[in-house]
């Protein structure tokens, strides 16, 4: 069966600081990755997608960037958190087809809480 | 642009009574998918029901089911017998299965509810 992993669970960061979380997944190949961030009392906001390595699109302009070295590994950076930056990073993965059709469902992992001080 | 609209920020259900939460969405797409998902206090989403707007059958998962109305561009989730266990944020989702511009299978989330259960 297929189980995605996020890590750190939890994180506080000084603004100005650097910030990478990482997520993987196992049992399954050729993913579609996806990077959303939830503020508090919000509902979901998709931050980043990747259909393949190295292949990252960006829904929102920000301070951060995504990068997948692995085909089952996406990372989410920034070289310089904002308070704004904080709130619940949750990855999500997805089967992703031949010739890039796209299934339809997301399955989630446990998240990262960061907050920014 | 689809948009998905919860309008209940807060319900509550009495332990093994039945409650419906609201999901209404716009879209001028003729083929999609709706999901709920549900985010108890762990904070991990968990995917309970899906739908796909060309089956005119409504999904059921257990205790879950949607009543989906396709012209009335609503999809409502229906808990029977609620379980304490059912506490927790429930998100309605749409995505489209078109592959335009950069979104390509991405999930379109309304803003929630909130689901408190008594014993």
């Known amino acids: 069966s297929q189980t995605i992993h996020q890590w750190p669970a939890t994180l506080v960061q000084p603004v100005g600081s650097p910030l990478s979380l990482e997520c993987t997944v196992e049992?399954?190949?050729?993913?579609?990755l996806y990077w959303y961030r939830q503020a508090a009392g919000r509902g979901l906001q998709l931050l980043f997608y990747s259909v393949g390595i190295g292949q990252i699109s960006s829904e929102v302009p920000q301070n951060l960037s995504a990068s997948r070295p692995q085909d089952r590994q996406f990372i989410l950076s920034s070289k310089k958190l904002l308070l704004s930056d904080s709130g619940f990073y949750l990855c999500?993965?997805?089967?992703?087809?031949?010739?890039?059709?796209?299934?339809?469902?997301?399955?989630f992992g446990p998240g990262t809480r960061l907050t920014v001080l | 642009a689809q948009t998905v609209t919860q309008s209940q920020p807060e319900m509550s259900v009495q332990e093994a009574e039945t409650v419906t939460l609201s999901c209404t969405y716009d879209?001028?797409?003729?083929?999609?998918?709706l999901f709920w998902y549900k985010q108890p206090p762990s904070r991990q989403m968990i995917l309970v029901i899906r739908q796909e707007a060309y089956k005119q059958q409504n999904a059921t998962e257990n205790r879950f089911s949607v009543n989906f109305q396709k012209a009335a561009k609503s999809f409502s989730l229906k808990i029977s017998d609620s379980q304490l266990g059912d506490a927790a944020m429930y998100f309605c989702?749409?995505?489209?299965?078109?592959?335009?511009?950069?979104?390509?299978?991405?999930?379109?989330f309304g803003k929630g509810t909130k689901l408190s259960v008594k014993p």
């Open positions: 049992g399954t190949s050729n993913p579609n």
């Open positions: 989702a749409y995505r489209s299965t078109a592959n335009y511009g950069g979104s390509q299978g991405n999930l379109i």
């Open positions: 879209t001028s797409e003729s083929d999609y998918y």
């Open positions: 999500a993965w997805s089967v992703r087809r031949l010739a890039g059709e796209i299934t339809d469902t997301q399955y």
